[in-house]
Each structure stands twice: as structure tokens, then as C-alpha cells.
């Protein structure tokens, strides 16, 4: 291969990502045929109104794809895109109706291959759409993979079908795979990010991720190239990134994906205990001093308000209001947070502070409850740091004054933040299921969860057991004694499981 080859190699697999807009005309295609339906895991991402590239998703709320899809160098910025971008999964025929069309709201980049995670609005709960297991075992030299793209094809420059082929693996390096193609298997503009599979025992897995390739014989493309060669990154052995990033959310202070409770007591000490994702033995390993003189703050929420992937703390100062984040970097111990930063003044009159995503931007934001009148409030989140932190606040509520527990998290697994409250006057226990839409639509119609949780003075939300969905952590009012009531996903009195003890003697603890 002369280094004039090379280089429209590379030059080439920068532009896969491009999808040119035009009059699709209707015919068989170059690239492969019709894609079967139970291909409906590949999804269809449209980056702005320029940019169109494939996917796969790998797990309810995750897709994986080409990080030169959001960025030429293949280096985009993690968190929000940049551009707006919409993934429509669980259809191969994109002409059809079902399925899901919903927001890219986050990116996480892999650190050394073409490869990103784009975060959904909202969990795939379709039974339908099962998202693809990621191999384990590279490809190796003569294997077939069959690969999948909405891309261009031979005379079409949009088309609305899922197309696949089949292509021979030629060699495999440490992060990449060289397949060959043929006349009717070519990777086009449009299929970039699309998978490479294999079927091990009847059941389907990602092999690798395609990065670039020739394009011989796809619409538009220069018609002396003949070479119908692509290359993909490996995924076979990027199963811990793909975990660790797909389980990361924002009770999370240590790194490692699973929900820590900070707690402070009278002598103000931090104290992080750390969670271990356990239902049974210890939900929290030991504890780890984080912080002194914290007995200047009288309110602690956690959520991640920088946008970095990191559980943060959003705390109150008691003495002015002011409002603070204390970032978080996942190291335990004094290293935990980092220097703070001012986000608000005045925040006496609130008496709720808690942190979520109820506009499902991908961006957490935070809810608070005006003590004078019961109003709520969001006040959305920009990811930015400092005075900037937040934007203007919206009206989400009246007539809050009579729950005197309020605390948020994901209690019917939709992937939005639902708030949790405690009926003052009984105990009863209602769930107000987010909608994502702004204002006084941010919540629908409450359903009752539970009965008779007076004796319960804390009451916070988290995922305790690691098992993806939303649990309720409390403390017993009478001899301090913490539970997880382990949440299911299920609305109504189905939302909360039997509850498990977590620990004892949490009494002196003043926050939680």
C-alpha cells in the first residue's frame, strides 16, 4: 500500500461519519441486504442535521458507537453533546412505526479508541429490544462477521432500511479488525459505528465497532476506488469500561458505580461509607473520613452537577445560605472532593433541596420546596461550574406543605426522576412520576407506594444493591436503625420491595 493509499484510508474513514441529505430513489443495494428484524438493537443516530452514523445498543439506556460520529478527530468531549442528537432504536425499518426515537443526552468516550457511549433520554423497557451482549473472545484471521449500517448504498443516499452483510475477517491487531468486503458487503458513509457480530449458540454478540473503510462501489464515492475493506475497533475486551460507564450514576463518590451515603454528625466530620451492592451482610463498607467542620452545613444533596460522571455534594451553608458544590473526584478519603465552588446565595427560604434530572436534558438539576407556601421549584442545570451552575427556575408545583418528606430518584425505572414524599398527617408514602417536560406538566398523576412510614425520621433514594433500579434507604426514628426497602420498577404499592437492614446505630448521625 503506497502512503497516497494510506492517507484516503484515513481520509476516507473521517468522512463515514457524514450523511449527504438527498431524494432517496428506491432499489436494491450494494451494501447488503435487507437486515432481519431481530436486528432491532442497531439504532439510527442523526448527529444535528448533517451527520448520520450506526449504532448498537448494549445495554437499556446505553449505544454504542464511533466517537468520529460527534467529533472528526475522534476525541469528543464527554457529557452533553454538543449537538442534539436523536437515536431511533427498535426498528429496522425506519419507515416503520415503534420502537423508540429519543435524545442522546450524554457521551462518554473511550480514552484510546474510536469509540463512544451515548446515554438515552430514557431506558429501553421494550421486551423487544434486548440490547447485545459484547464478546469476549477476539476475532480471529478467516472468521465471518456480519455487519449492519443505515448507510448509503449503491444508488441510495438516505435509506430508510437496516441493510447487512457478511465480511472475513482478514487479521486482527491489539485494538482493531481488518475485515474484507466484496460486491455486495461494502461499509458506506452512514454506517459508521455500525456493529460486526457473531452468533455463539443462537445468541448474537458485538465483535467490534466499524471505524473506517474504503467504500468501493457506495454512492457518491470515487468510482475507480473498487476496495470494499473496513476496519473496526475491537470490543471484546472493553467489558469493565462498558461497565463501569454504564453504572456510574450520581450517588456514586468512590468510582466504582455503586451508591455511597455521606453522613455528618454532631461533631462535624464527613463520613463516606461506601456502597458494596450487597442485600446481604454489609451494604456499606467501612467508612472513610472525608471532611471537618461540616457542622456549617445544614443541608447535604448528591447528585452530579459539574456533568463530569461524578457524584457531587450540594450542600447549604447555615449561617448565610450560600450554596456550595464540593466536587467530586471518585478517590476515597480527603481526596474525595474537591475545592468548592459557590453556586447560589439566599437559600434560606428553601427548606427541600434535592438534585435530579427532571427535564431530561441528561444535566442533573435541583429541586427545592419554598418554606413560607409549599411551592416547588427546578432549577435546571447547565453542567457549568461556579454562579453559572444553575439557570432560571421554574414553578413545578402548589401545595407542597402537607408532605414533609421529599426526596427524588428513578422509583418506576423510565429513566426520568420521579419525586418521593411522606404525607404528613398518616405516613402515606406517594410517588409523583416525572414526565421530562418543564413546568406544571414536570409531574403526573401521584400513586400511592406505601402506608404508615411516620416512624422513618431519614429517608433517602439510591441504588443500595446494584441491581440497576432505585432503592429507598431509612432510618428507623426510634433505635437508628437503617433499611433499604429494594425498589422493583413497578408503579404502586408494587414500587418497594421487603425491605433488608442495613445497619444500626445511625442515631447520632444528624445528616444523612
Known amino acids: 500500500m503506497t502512503a497516497k493509499r494510506s492517507r484516503l484510508m484515513w481520509a476516507t474513514g473521517a468522512a463515514i461519519t457524514l450523511a449527504t441529505v438527498a431524494t432517496a430513489t428506491p432499489s436494491s443495494a450494494l451494501t447488503g441486504v435487507d437486515a432481519p428484524a431481530q436486528l432491532n438493537y442497531v439504532a439510527k443516530i442523526n448527529v444535528g442535521e448533517q451527520t448520520a452514523c450506526t449504532g448498537t445498543l448494549v445495554d437499556p439506556r446505553w449505544v454504542l458507537t464511533a466517537a468520529t460520529c460527534f ?35 450524554r457521551l462518554v468516550p473511550h480514552a484510546d479508541r474510536d469509540l463512544v457511549l451515548v446515554k438515552l433520554a430514557t431506558r429501553i423497557t421494550d421486551p423487544a429490544i434486548k440490547p447485545v451482549r459484547l464478546a469476549t473472545t477476539p476475532a480471529t484471521a478467516g472468521e465471518e462477521l456480519t455487519k449492519a449500517g443505515f448507510g448509503r448504498t449503491k444508488t441510495e443516499w438516505v435509506p430508510d432500511k437496516l441493510h447487512s452483510g457478511t465480511f472475513t475477517v482478514a487479521s486482527t491487531t491489539g485494538t482493531t479488525v481488518d475485515l474484507n468486503g466484496s460486491d455486495t458487503a461494502t461499509v458506506c458513509k452512514g454506517d459508521a459505528g455500525g456493529p460486526a457480530l457473531r452468533t455463539v449458540n443462537g445468541t448474537p454478540e458485538l465483535v467490534a465497532v466499524n471505524s473506517r473503510s474504503w467504500q468501493g462501489g457506495c454512492l457518491g464515492n470515487d468510482p475507480a ?37 455521606p453522613a455528618v454528625k454532631s461533631d462535624g466530620i464527613l463520613w463516606i461509607y461506601p456502597g458494596t451492592g450487597n442485600t446481604s451482610g454489609s451494604t456499606f463498607g467501612t467508612r472513610f473520613q472525608a471532611g471537618t467542620s461540616w457542622q456549617s452545613q445544614d443541608v447535604i444533596t448528591v447528585g452530579d452537577l459539574n456533568n463530569d460522571g461524578s457524584g457531587d455534594l450540594l450542600t447549604r451553608q447555615a449561617s448565610d445560605g450560600t450554596l456550595w458544590v464540593y466536587p467530586g473526584t471518585g478517590k476515597p478519603g480527603m481526596d474525595t472532593l474537591g475545592t468548592r465552588y459557590q453556586v447560589g446565595r439566599s437559600w434560606k427560604s ?13 444535566l442533573t438539576d435541583v429541586l427545592t420546596r419554598q418554606a413560607s407556601d409549599g411551592t416547588l421549584w427546578v432549577y435546571p442545570g447547565t453542567g457549568k461550574p461556579g454562579m453559572d451552575t444553575l439557570g432560571t427556575r421554574y414553578q413545578v408545583g402548589t401545595g407542597w406543605k402537607s408532605q414533609d418528606v421529599i426526596t427524588t430518584g428513578d422509583l418506576n425505572n423510565d429513566g426520568r426522576t420521579d419525586v418521593l414524599s411522606r404525607q404528613a398527617s398518616d405516613g402515606t408514602l406517594w410517588v409523583y412520576p416525572a414526565t421530562g417536560k418543564p413546568g406544571m406538566d414536570t409531574f403526573a398523576t401521584r400513586y400511592q407506594a406505601g402506608r404508615s412510614w411516620k416512624s422513618q425520621d431519614v429517608t433517602r433514594t439510591g441504588d443500595f ?19 433499604v426497602y429494594p425498589g422493583t420498577g413497578k408503579p404502586g404499592m408494587d414500587t418497594l420491595g421487603t425491605r433488608y437492614q442495613a445497619g444500626t446505630g445511625w442515631g447520632p448521625y444528624r445528616i444523612i
Open 71 to 105: 467529533a472528526p478527530d475522534g476525541k469528543p468531549t464527554a457529557g452533553k453533546p454538543a449537538v442534539a442528537t436523536t437515536v431511533t432504536i427498535g426498528r429496522t425499518d425506519l419507515s416503520q412505526t415503534g420502537g423508540s426515537v429519543q435524545q442522546g443526552i
Open 225 to 261: 476506488e473498487t476496495r470494499t475493506g473496513a476496519i473496526d475497533t475491537r470490543v471484546d475486551d472493553i467489558g469493565a469500561w462498558v461497565e463501569h460507564a454504564t453504572s456510574r450514576n450520581s450517588d456514586d463518590l468512590t468510582g466504582d458505580g455503586k451508591a455511597d451515603l
Open 350 to 362: 428553601q427548606d427541600i433541596t434535592r438534585a435530579g434530572d427532571f427535564n431530561s436534558d441528561g
Open 465 to 483: 444493591n446494584s441491581d440497576g433500579l432505585t432503592d429507598v434507604l431509612t432510618r428507623q426514628a426510634s433505635d437508628g436503625t437503617l433499611w
